[in-house]
């Protein structure tokens, strides 16, 4: 029996080092990919008085050799304890504000052997997201309604258009009381002010360009 045990102890050593090793791999990894705002630490939580075994992109000022957190702590007493705590608020020591992940690794036993610890630097993205929502931020509303749309050949004909088509009618169908409110609205608008523009109402409604002026005020013409 005792020499079954020794092998037993021995496959057992084999797979916890090999769990060990594949971590290293694995933080070295997600460091790359991660940095710089992700420190990755893997635990040996066989040894917690010198647990960490290695580390990248080190944001908490910890070393090769320190001890296990509460966290490792409490995955070593209690075999139970949830394999993976996704998303967790946390703390460096400097006072960083943190989002910390913590997946346990276990053995064909069942044994936790190591974890891998996710610690991502929160401070910089919240001050780039606060810097965000002032940068997009606007204040009152504009004293005229405006559109950044070009103002090109066409504006005043589908301008028209668009308010016959409101009233049931087409452009040339407009009454004459429809034809003086759609112009002093193009007026309004700031779209009689385009080049052509008098020749393009004109030629929409079906009138002569010199009509177009009295269906303005008289104070409104040019």
Do not use: W
């Not at 504000?97 to 913590?102: E, F, H, L, R, V």
């Not at 401070?123 to 810097?131: D, K, N, Q, R």
């Not at 931020?137 to 103002?151: D, G, K, Y």
Request: overall charge positive.
């Amino acid at each position: 029996m005792k020499p079954t045990r020794q092998r037993r102890s021995s496959r057992s050593s084999e797979e916890n080092a090999l769990l060990l090793r594949e971590g290293e791999k694995i933080v070295a990894a997600l460091g790359q990919s991660l940095a710089p705002l992700v420190e990755v630490v893997l635990h040996d939580l066989m040894r917690p008085e010198r647990s960490v075994v290695a580390i990248a992109n080190n944001l908490s000022g910890r070393q090769v050799g320190d001890a296990a957190t509460e966290m490792g702590l409490a995955r070593i007493t209690d075999p139970g304890f949830p394999e993976v705590v996704a998303n967790y608020p946390n703390r460096f020591p400097d006072g960083r504000p943190a989002k910390s992940t913590s997946i346990g690794l276990k053995n064909s036993a069942g044994e936790y052997v190591a974890a891998i610890c996710l610690n991502m630097d929160v401070s910089l993205l919240s001050a780039v997201t606060a810097g965000l929502g002032q940068l997009i931020q606007t204040s009152t509303a504009a004293p005229v309604a405006e559109t950044l749309a070009p103002r090109a050949a066409g504006c005043v004909r589908e301008a028209l258009e668009r308010f016959a088509a409101t009233r049931n009618t087409t452009p040339i169908g407009m009454t004459l009381a429809q034809r003086r409110e759609a112009v002093r609205e193009l007026a309004a608008s700031g779209l009689l002010n385009l080049r052509h523009a008098l020749a393009d109402v004109a030629a929409t409604l079906g009138v002569a360009r010199s009509t177009v002026y009295t269906y303005l005020p008289v104070e409104e013409r040019i």
